[in-house]
């Protein structure tokens, strides 16, 4: 159970100022030597397996580089001990690299590198949960989300028919020091949507928005806010049969539903959700959503916060109302 009333919510002067010390990246090292040393038939863990698999961190360091173009490694902060820890052979620097780049990064390079690694390899959801713990226990404020997969009809090399499964979203870092808006709106949102591959598309979006929030870009998420709404909206019309133009905007969706008691069977108590339900789109529109024109305003930290949250309990009151399993 989540501590909902942590010290975390005094420890972090803003949401998206998150400090990983140097006992989580140790602890996030040993489950990935945990992942590593044990074996996938029997569950015996070798212990004499002290780092990651070569394979892994090769594919990491090369994802990364790729991706961001360098390692970021601060040699003041590594302590003595993180120069001796494997031999020095072509493989094994690599590996030193990696340690190095992962016990001394910024914040920000830590969080790609915790995404990086369930791009370059598949991992059950026993160690995004330990992951998760961590994060808990040493109350850091953020927390992963989960694999979203989908099955599809392939064909085998000899083109026989077969079931297939692809992933269509990976885990991503999320900020979570507010722990109350978290577990009543973010959390729950964040879990209907993985679960339902209905809402994909709405899934991509609002995670999109959770990755520009952390990079503090806070246009862009108050907008991937609103593209999440809309996508569970026409999700909803498109599964209930109900007429809607493709390129409506939020209020005409919220119309649509209004007009097929989405909220409620009594006409009159069924309109008073359209405002809410119009919030974000409003908001979104006043901060460019068709150009800023020659005026322009731009959101903060604090608007964006606060429509992610109000964009994630609206997604999970439109699904739970919809019945759409």
């Not at 390692?71 to 494997?86: G, H, T, V």
């Not at 991503?172 to 964040?190: D, E, F, G, K, W």
């Not at 905007?249 to 649509?256: A, H």
Request: glycine share 4%; aromatic share 12%.
């Amino acid at each position: 159970m989540s501590k909902i009333f942590s010290k975390r919510n005094k420890k972090v002067k803003n949401d998206y100022d998150i400090k990983i010390s140097n006992e989580v990246r140790y602890r996030i090292w040993r489950v990935l030597i945990g992942h590593n040393s044990r074996d996938r038939l029997t569950g015996y863990i070798d212990s004499s397996i002290d780092h990651p698999s070569s394979d892994l961190i090769v594919k990491l360091r090369n994802y990364l580089l790729d991706e961001f173009g360098y390692l970021e490694i601060n040699k003041s902060k590594l302590p003595p001990a993180a120069y001796n820890l494997f031999p020095h052979g072509a493989e094994e620097k690599k590996i030193i690299n990696m340690k190095k780049c992962f016990t001394s990064c910024s914040s920000l390079m830590f969080f790609n590198i915790l995404e990086s690694l369930f791009m370059v390899e598949y991992f059950e959801d026993d160690v995004i949960d330990k992951f998760n713990n961590i994060f808990e226990d040493e109350e850091v404020g953020i927390t992963l989300s989960y694999y979203q997969r989908e099955e599809y009809d392939g064909h085998t090399d000899f083109n026989v028919p077969h079931k297939c499964i692809r992933t269509i979203a990976y885990p991503q870092v999320i900020i979570n020091s507010n722990q109350m808006t978290y577990c009543i709106s973010v959390a729950p949102c964040l879990k209907i949507l993985t679960s339902n591959l209905k809402f994909k598309s709405a899934n991509e979006e609002i995670l999109k928005a959770h990755k520009h929030y952390r990079n503090q870009e806070w246009d862009d998420c108050v907008l991937k806010c609103g593209k999440a709404i809309e996508s569970t909206l026409k999700t909803i019309c498109s599964y209930k049969k109900w007429k809607y133009n493709q390129r409506d905007v939020i209020s005409k969706l919220i119309d649509v539903c209004v007009d097929n008691n989405l909220f409620h069977k009594d006409n009159g108590f069924n309109t008073r959700y359209m405002n809410p339900m119009q919030f974000v789109g409003t908001i979104r529109n006043d901060f460019g959503a068709h150009g800023k024109g020659p005026n322009p305003i731009y959101a903060t930290g604090i608007e964006a916060r606060h429509l992610l949250g109000i964009a994630s309990s609206n997604i999970l009151f439109l699904i739970e109302k919809s019945g759409i399993k």
